[in-house]
């Protein structure tokens, strides 16, 4: 007969809920920090990553990826939008170079190569300012910042072949990594911040 | 950075071609002319400006002066520069670095391989079909830069030309320092899909840990698959707990796309709960417990298109009973079912993906069953994804005549229906009518539920049960904590976590 017939009868779930709490750590861990360039405001953003999973994958594949970026400024945590900046990108991977080449979508263009993953995710946020002026804060007005990203137009087959999942190698491929939606959209949020 | 010799890029084809009278300067050629087309030499760095002027005089090394043009793009990164020698009528060389902004140029914005010239154009796949105009035209895209707007038009072609098929588009390195070898694959989206592996690690606070484990061996994108399974406990699935191995062979194509076959056979040792057998004693109708299963079950598939599918086939179990062994019952049954499902791509980020399935297991005389039954079951599907945020909604319907074994019987109350119920407190034998719904909303990967269900035989009554909870659910990965609603026993939370794949 089935040893699970003792059931246990544990009613100590405590040990879940600190268990859901780590699991959902991460969502939270990404560090943002601010600083002023003349009028501009700049994010820097540790652990941001977006050179990855499918959006690797593509552009080791020669092929190009639009990478749109979006910065608001929040009066308050979730709170009402108190400015707001879009810009897009267009990424590629040199494949004699072994580098990347980022260019920025919209007037005037900037382009860029030669950067490692690093220094080009770096790139694309250091083109993504606000004007300090147009906030209207104070020094000692306290903000929150969100900074997201989204990857607009990735194909199907960017990320993997039909059947390929089903191969060992899909099955392992599977096991390993993250939820690749996950690597297509990305959003942090901190704060508070106050101008320097 | 490697040699850029072969690149006539940028502004270096159509310098190239107003100069086609100029051969190429040699290998060893005194240089007198140095020039700079399209920036200006003093925008570099003194020691590099000192380098290239010293190259007046010097001999002409093709190796040299791609180090000089890669220096330029290190210290210039928003440029590319290559570099071309040509043969002056006394001899000596004149050299040119051709240098141009990235964003000055679409393609090279686009894409940075578009400063090299194609080598090669190559089809992957099934691809008879495509039509000689259209093979031309791929052709024509070597011995010219990438032109990733044309590479583009052309893969739209494909599809067209290829309906129901992907075509996907990659670039490679070619057999020489800045040639490219485009590749255009063609996939077959089959009509007829492999059954998920089901494996899965899963505990349940009041029933313990359920493991399976699926290994589907195929090559990719081919058109048979064979899935060797153990189950080392299963007592998520169904009222009883077992444990044993699975073999399936399938085939996605059998001639057409159309049709399809699955062969599947099956040996479990069943063992079962303390209040199944309570319940087994004051209960009649149900057939009697058996220790293990051995299932043979071959269906074929037809897909009326991309979405629709019908299969049929039968169901082969023998039962070996747990009181009276060795002897044992037959479970035959003919196997028809229907399914569809269709994803919807819309604007800003929507998806909307519907599934619905019908499936009908009727034992017989005819096929030698010695319990007589009809299983009916009727799922459906809605989820839609928006951004962060995702809902789903599903309905369940089951309805059992005759006396079906107890591995058709319905039960609810694991980590997939009634999350925060224990099936064996609801009905430790499982039932003959079933209704179940879920409503969840999941925002990045945290999410809400609702489920709601009742499981019933048809001479009781049914008693509609809720729950709801919260938990992290990741592609593989769920962690849930569901709570009873109107549970009239003093019973918390059930706690379910696992990995799916």
């Known amino acids: 007969m089935s040893a699970a017939g003792s059931r246990s009868q544990n009613r100590h779930w405590l040990l879940p809920l600190a268990l859901v709490a780590v699991a959902t750590a991460p969502l939270v861990a990404q560090a943002l920090t601010i600083r002023t360039v003349a009028d501009a405001l700049h994010v820097q953003a540790r652990g941001f990553s977006f050179i990855e999973g499918p959006v690797l994958t593509r552009l080791r594949e020669g092929r190009s990826v639009r990478i749109d970026f979006e910065m608001t400024v929040l009066s308050k945590p979730e709170g009402p939008v108190v400015k707001q900046t879009m810009q897009g990108f267009t990424l590629s991977f040199d ?22 993953p690093r220094d080009a995710e770096t790139w694309c946020l250091e083109n993504l300012t606000l004007p300090v002026s147009s906030l209207g804060f104070s020094r000692d007005t306290p903000f929150w910042i969100r900074l997201a990203y989204h990857v607009p137009d990735i194909g199907p087959e960017a990320s993997e072949a039909p059947g390929e999942r089903y191969t060992l190698r899909g099955l392992i491929d599977r096991l390993s990594r993250r939820r690749e939606e996950a690597d297509l959209a990305k959003s942090v949020d901190a704060g508070p911040f106050r101008l320097p | 950075m490697r040699t850029l010799a072969l690149l006539f ?27 700079m087309s399209g920036f200006s030499l003093y925008s570099l760095s003194p020691g590099l400006q000192k380098d290239i002027n010293s190259l007046v005089g010097a001999p002409f090394s093709r190796e040299g002066l791609n180090q000089l043009a890669s220096r330029i793009e290190q210290e210039q990164p928003d440029v590319v520069a290559a570099v071309r020698g040509v043969s002056r009528p006394d001899g000596k060389a004149r050299v040119i670095f051709l240098v141009a902004r990235i964003s000055d140029d679409t393609n090279l914005a ?46 739209e072609r494909l599809k067209t030309e290829l309906p129901g098929r992907a075509v996907a588009r990659r670039i490679s390195k070619g057999s020489q320092t800045g ?44 058109r048979h698959r064979f899935t060797a399974g153990v189950v080392f406990n299963d007592i998520d699935d169904l009222i009883e707990e077992y444990s044993g191995f699975r073999l399936a062979f399938e085939s996605r194509v059998i001639g057409t796309e159309r049709f399809g076959a699955r062969l599947e056979f099956s040996r479990y040792n069943e063992s079962w709960e303390d209040a199944t057998l309570t319940a087994l004693a004051s209960s009649s109708g149900v057939p009697e417990l058996y220790r293990n299963r051995l299932t043979f079950e071959p269906t074929a598939t037809f897909a009326f298109n991309s979405s629709v599918r019908i299969s049929g086939g039968v169901s082969l179990s023998e039962l070996e009973s747990l009181s009276n062994s060795p002897n044992s019952q037959m479970a035959n049954a003919w196997v028809l ?18 599934e619905a399935s019908y499936q009908l297991r009727a034992a017989i005389d005819g096929l030698g069953s010695d319990l007589v039954y009809k299983r009916h079951l009727g799922q459906a599907r809605y989820q839609i994804d928006q951004g962060r945020s995702t809902a789903i909604a599903s309905l369940s319907l089951g309805y059992i005549t005759g006396d079906a074994p107890l591995f058709e019987r319905f039960s609810l109350g694991n980590s997939t229906t009634l999350r925060g119920w224990d099936k064996y407190d609801i009905a430790p034998l499982g039932g003959e009518r079933m209704f179940h719904s879920t409503v969840e909303y999941r925002f990045y990967n945290v999410g809400m539920f609702f489920d709601t269900g009742s499981v019933w035989d048809r001479n009781s009554d049914s008693k509609l049960r809720y729950s709801t909870g919260f938990g992290v659910h990741t592609d593989n990965f769920f962690l849930t904590l569901g709570f009873p609603l109107n549970n009239n026993h003093d019973s918390g939370p059930i706690f379910m976590a696992g990995v799916r794949f």
């Open chain 1, 95 to 116: 494949l004699w170079e072994e580098r990347y080449a980022v260019s920025r979508i919209g007037s005037p263009p900037r382009s860029i190569s030669h950067l490692r």
């Open chain 2, 9 to 35: 890029v940028i502004l270096g084809l159509p310098l190239a071609a107003a100069n086609a009278q100029e051969a190429d300067a040699p290998e060893g050629a005194i240089i007198d002319v140095v020039e």
């Open chain 2, 337 to 354: 079912g229907i399914s569809g499902d269709h994803l919807w791509k819309g604007s800003n980020e929507v998806r909307q993906r519907a």
């Open chain 2, 179 to 222: 040639r490219i070898r485009v590749v255009f694959e063609i996939f077959e989206e089959p009509w007829i899909r492999f059954v998920p592996p089901k494996s899965k690690l899963v505990y349940h606070s009041q029933q313990g840990w359920s493991g399976v484990l699926d290994i589907p061996i195929t090559a990719s994108h081919s």
């Open chain 2, 110 to 155: 686009e894409n940075i391989n578009a400063r090299y010239i194609v080598e090669t154009v190559d089809i992957e796949g099934s691809y008879n079909e495509i039509s000689q105009q259209l093979r031309d035209d791929l052709q024509k895209l070597v011995g010219r830069r990438l032109d990733t707007e044309e590479a583009e038009r052309l893969q």
